[in-house]
Every structure is written in structure tokens, then in C-alpha cells.
């Protein structure tokens, strides 16, 4: 299991994103159903779109040098499913993690989604304004759950993912 970039759009880089998918999602002979990387392509086409959207909340404030890995149990840095990140405000790496057996996560808005829910923290940290406090904490964890529920509600896109029913204070 190996982050590669093949077939992805401009390999994989826009203005603030350098996007990598796991190699067992390709779609391949042994694996014709193969979500990517038709799906992180997706991604890809709204990421920036996103972004801006994320840097209107924050003031105009502008983070860089984000990695983002659509990765699977296992060949992470998070433990489980969903999305974790790691890093500063000018160079961090996010993980999107599915198992490939829950069919929502093949869906691009699933991954745009919790790609919002992560870089909205990142976004905290850099605007300095008391959301972050060396971790995202209590506070931050719920902004970034309820900013991920302001961006499903503005697209217009599904909105049965758990947007803050198992957040813990």
C-alpha cells in the first residue's frame, strides 16, 4: 500500500493541495470497481473552490503546503476511519480514511467533506484566535463540525454524515 498520484489531474497539485490516493484503490484488472482516481479527481476539480470558502470564514487568512492522502486503515498516522491531520500552517499532511467496505466513502463529497472538517482546523491555527490550543481541543472540534455542516448545507450535498452527534466536550 502506496501513496502514488497516478492519473490524477496535474499530478495531483493545485495552488494549495498536493493530493496522493493509496494504491489499492486504483481502478486495475484485479480491482475494476477501483474508485480512484476518478474520485480523488473530483476532489481535485472543487478543492481550491473549497478552500476559498474556508479562508472567507477565517478572515482571508491563507494556509499552504497541505498534503492530503486518501489512505486506508492501516497505512496511516489517524487509527481509524474518517480524516486526521498533522503539521503547521504552512506545511501539514491530512488523511481521508476508508475501508473501502462503507459505499458513502466512495463518494468525492464524502472526501470533500471531511477535507473541510480537517483544513478548517488547520485554518484555526493559523488565524491564532483561541480555537486552536496546540491540538484543536473541545472548541475547535466543534467549529470544524459545525463549519462541515455550513459547506454540505452551501453545495447542496448529502447531509446524513455525522456532522456532531459524537463529538465528546
Not at 491531520?85 to 466512495?106: A, C, F, P, R
Not at 483561541?130 to 473541545?138: A, K, P, Q, Y
Not at 448529502?158 to 465528546?168: A, I
Request: glycine share 14%.
Amino acid at each position: 500500500m502506496a501513496q502514488i498520484t497516478t492519473g490524477l489531474t496535474n499530478g495531483g497539485v493545485t495552488a494549495h493541495y498536493r493530493f496522493s490516493y493509496d494504491d489499492s484503490f486504483a481502478t486495475s484488472a484485479a480491482n475494476p470497481a477501483g474508485p480512484e482516481p476518478a474520485r480523488t479527481n473530483a476532489v481535485v476539480a472543487a478543492c481550491e473552490n473549497d478552500y476559498n470558502l474556508m479562508s472567507g470564514w477565517f478572515g482571508g487568512i491563507k494556509v499552504k503546503g497541505i498534503g492530503v492522502q486518501v489512505a486506508t486503515i492501516g497505512s496511516n498516522f489517524c487509527g481509524s476511519i474518517g480524516a486526521c491531520w498533522n503539521g503547521t500552517e504552512v506545511s501539514s499532511t491530512v488523511q481521508l480514511i476508508g475501508d473501502g467496505q462503507m459505499t458513502y466513502v466512495n463518494n468525492p463529497a464524502y472526501l470533500r467533506y471531511l477535507l473541510v472538517l480537517e483544513v478548517s482546523e488547520i485554518f484555526m491555527m493559523a488565524q491564532k484566535g483561541g480555537w486552536f490550543d496546540h491540538n484543536e481541543g473541545s472548541k475547535g472540534e466543534g467549529l470544524s463540525r459545525f463549519l462541515a455542516g455550513q459547506f454540505l448545507d452551501r453545495n447542496g450535498l448529502l447531509r446524513s454524515w455525522h456532522t456532531g452527534e459524537f463529538w465528546d466536550c
